[in-house]
């Protein structure tokens, strides 16, 4: 999920509270050891992640924020114009668009829809996804919209989000090969890792709980 949309969770949420609490317990007893592991795994995965792909058949491109007046942002702007260059590549493939209102008029999905229309892409390969908010909605959203079961899914979003989003298709057990949108790592993406080290390990504490508890209401939501 987004950094905004989880720490507003939080208010709302005792499970997410109750894990985030966790997670921060372990990184202190870990002399925050656990944290450095979470942030290398995040660099890595964002530094080795491919631009392309061998084969693909359905293509799924995570949403980001709109800006005001309903104009993608930079990110989004970047998965949709990867998206755009796979589906060229491979024409058989289809790109499912994931993202609902988060602030704007319009989806997410339907803003990406707009755009790679506009950028010559049928409208009969782009299939919609509108009802979640974060990250984990989008995929679990995307699981039920999969009627069959692919061949090959890709997944496309920025590489300093890679990490977290292929821990999320693992625990949904929705496989995707990973494809980052942006061409390499910037300097500038260094805030977004370090936040991303955090949900990343926030994430896995609260799925190693609920598994260790057996606690049906959080299994329900991520698994």
């Not at 795994?41 to 005001?68: F, Y």
């Not at 892409?121 to 959203?141: F, H, K």
Request: charged share 25%; proline share 2%; net charge positive.
């Amino acid at each position: 999920m987004s950094a905004r949309t989880s720490l507003r969770r939080l208010r709302e949420d005792r499970d997410a509270l109750f894990t985030l609490v966790l997670a921060q317990l372990l990184i202190l007893l870990s002399g925050g050891l656990l944290y450095l592991w979470r942030l290398y795994q995040v660099w890595s995965r964002a530094r080795r992640a491919p631009t392309a792909v061998p084969r693909a058949e359905l293509i799924l491109v995570l949403g980001h924020r709109l800006t005001a007046g309903d104009q993608l942002s930079r990110l989004y702007r970047q998965r949709l114009a990867r998206a755009r260059a796979l589906l060229q590549a491979h024409p058989g493939a289809r790109a499912l668009l994931l993202g609902g209102l988060t602030g704007g008029r319009i989806s997410e999905a339907e803003a990406g829809r707009r755009y790679l229309a506009e950028h010559g892409i049928a409208e009969e390969r782009l299939l919609l996804e509108e009802q979640s908010g974060d990250t984990l909605q989008n995929l679990v959203n995307a699981r039920s919209l999969l009627a069959r079961a692919e061949d090959e899914r890709v997944l496309i979003t920025s590489r300093f989000h890679l990490a977290r989003a292929l821990a999320l298709t693992e625990g949904l057990n929705l496989g995707a090969h990973p494809c980052a949108a942006d061409e390499r790592l910037g300097a500038g993406s260094v805030p977004a890792m370090l936040l991303e080290a955090m949900l990343l390990h926030w994430y896995y504490t609260g799925r190693r709980w609920s598994l260790l508890t057996n606690n049906r209401r959080m299994l329900d939501r991520i698994t």
